[in-house]
């Protein structure tokens, strides 16, 4: 799984959807289009583009907190709680993680997991510091014994950082590491993906672009995600691996406004048991026990 926080599926607009504004080869060249809101649904050679609801039947703008425990634990978070909430997991989720999300499911069938994201040096200074705004993914990694992985193994080329390349490690964190292509880092990922049952990606830049835009940076920002999820897909083996690339809610899909929106998650499907998936998800709290399903 490649998780790609806030991405939908939005107008076909070249003005305000960066994918239709500077193009995205890995709709173009393996869907042949660009999805929208007028074409949601796109299949092609054995491999889904289709939307997914973020709304969950609650009012308001979908939030990551939310979305992103709905997605991993496979039930209503928004519902639960009466609302949407986020960037964190609101705090009476935080037990309903623990117990269950998509790690523990996997580890309770003796079957191997991995969390392929790496951490620097500082955030395990804030762990030891007590303090407890964590993401979605690391409360289910540290509650389920998921190691977390480090500066060591990104020189290993045992994990990645969130931004796929070590460019910001590099720049803003001043790590000593080798700046690797998203060829590479999809590479990486794939050997990495071979020895586990479940593997799980994080990228976050595309929500931060979709807020803050970084226009210095964009456009570089979109075209190494893109280059790293066309080698993901076109190289991996689809005979016996099953890829799903999904989102918490949209907000990148639509520059228009620095928000949310309301717009269908992006989800993607690819490889053994792509159909089966697309099939069988219609919103986010659907990804953890279709995932599991085809696991029996």
């Known amino acids: 799984m490649i998780f790609i926080d806030g991405v939908g599926i939005g107008n076909g607009d070249y003005k305000f959807n960066p ?12 869907f042949d289009e660009i999805p929208s809101l007028k074409r949601q649904a ?7 583009i289709f939307p997914t609801d973020a709304c969950l039947g609650v009012d308001g703008l979908p939030q990551s907190g939310t979305g992103q425990t709905s997605i991993f634990c496979g039930m209503n978070a928004a519902k639960y709680i009466g609302k949407h909430f986020g960037p964190f997991p609101y705090s009476t989720l935080i037990p309903v993680i623990q117990k269950e999300n998509i790690f523990k499911a996997y580890l309770e069938k ?16 804030y762990l030891k510091s007590g303090r407890g705004r964590l993401s979605v993914t690391t409360h289910c990694c540290r509650s389920s014994g998921v ?5 060591t193994d990104v020189r290993k080329g045992k994990a990645l950082t969130a931004e796929i390349t070590n460019d910001r490690w590099i720049k803003k964190l001043n790590y000593k590491l080798p700046r690797i292509t998203p060829q590479l880092a999809a590479k990486r990922l794939l050997k990495i993906s071979e020895k586990n049952k479940f593997t799980l990606y994080e990228y ?10 970084d ?20 190289e991996m083996d689809k005979k016996n691996m099953t890829l799903i690339i999904c989102s918490d809610h949209g907000n990148f899909e639509d520059l228009s406004v620095k928000t949310h929106t ?23 709290t659907d990804i953890k026990p279709a995932i599991l399903n085809i696991c029996k």
């Open 110 to 125: 003796s079957q191997k997991v991995f969390f392929a994201n790496a951490y620097p040096k500082q955030f395990f200074e």
């Open 42 to 48: 796109i299949n092609n050679n054995g491999s889904f």
């Open 204 to 213: 976050y830049l595309t929500d931060h672009l979709g807020h803050w835009r």
């Open 262 to 284: 309301l717009n269908p998650a992006l989800t993607i499907t690819a490889g053994r048991y792509a159909k089966e998936l697309s099939d069988s998800i219609k919103d986010l």
């Open 19 to 30: 994918f239709f504004k500077y193009g995205f080869k890995t709709f173009t060249e393996i």
């Open 215 to 234: 226009a210095g940076d964009f456009e570089n920002i979109l075209h190494t995600l893109d280059d790293f999820l066309f080698c993901i897909i076109t």
């Open 147 to 151: 190691r977390l992985n480090t500066t």
